[in-house]
T-cell receptor
């Protein structure tokens, strides 16, 4: 069982849709992360939030919009995605500063 | 982050020790060596990390060479559930939250 919960587990959407991915943790962690993982590839960092503020954006296209409404929640808003954005989206959390990250099991996203 | 090199795949018999090597010759004194694994259809799972001394926890042991240019993760009694992709990652010791840079990892297959 993972302590980082991601919803939904699967999402299929068209290129004109708007949807959101959600991530929740109750471990008191103050850093949260979004990663993208294409099939048979390693995860790639997208965003880092520290104390609810965006601290790292790895040059991610603006059709991905992260949001951290409070210290337990992390959202990823999706709009006008492309078929190549189909991937597993992973959320993680950690204590602020260098420390082990705890990952959710991801949302598998398919863009039609 | 340090560049790491791992063999793409390894086999190990169930019940035997699995020894996974990692080269990280460019690792700096400001970086820990972290190990994560990813079982199919799950998010990555933290295993262990170390600086220069050998480390052991309930999951594994980590042996780091004295010059810190390589390390070995040891799973003492491998089971079928240890079949996964194992990632060796260098990550900083100080400062704010930082994302992980995953390499290609080693696909460990435990044979019955």
């Amino acid at each position: 069982d993972t302590e980082v919960t991601q919803t939904p587990k699967h999402l299929v959407m068209g290129m004109t849709n708007k949807k959101s991915l959600k991530c929740e943790q109750h471990m008191g962690h103050r850093a949260m992360y979004w990663y993208k993982q294409k099939a048979k590839k390693p995860p790639e960092l997208m965003f880092v939030y520290s104390y609810e503020k965006l601290s790292i954006n790895e040059s991610v296209p603006s059709r991905f919009s992260p949001e951290c409404p409070n210290s337990s929640l992390l959202n990823l808003h999706l709009h006008a995605l492309q078929p190549e954005d189909s991937a597993l989206y992973l959320c993680a959390s950690s204590q602020d500063g260098p420390s082990p990250q705890h990952f959710g099991d991801g949302t598998r996203l398919s863009i039609l | 982050d340090a560049k790491t090199t791992q063999p793409p795949s390894m086999d190990c018999a169930e019940g035997r020790a699995a020894n996974l090597p990692c080269n990280h010759s460019t690792i700096s004194g400001n970086e820990y060596v972290y190990w994560y694994r990813q079982i199919h259809s799950q998010g990555p799972q933290y295993i262990i990390h170390g600086l220069k001394n050998n480390e052991t926890n309930e999951m594994a042991s980590l042996i780091i060479t004295e010059d810190r240019k390589s390390s070995t993760l040891i799973l003492p009694h491998a089971t079928l559930r240890d079949t996964a992709v194992y990632y060796c990652i260098g990550n900083k010791r100080f400062g704010g939250a930082d994302g992980l840079t995953f390499g290609k990892g080693t696909h460990l297959i435990i044979q019955p």
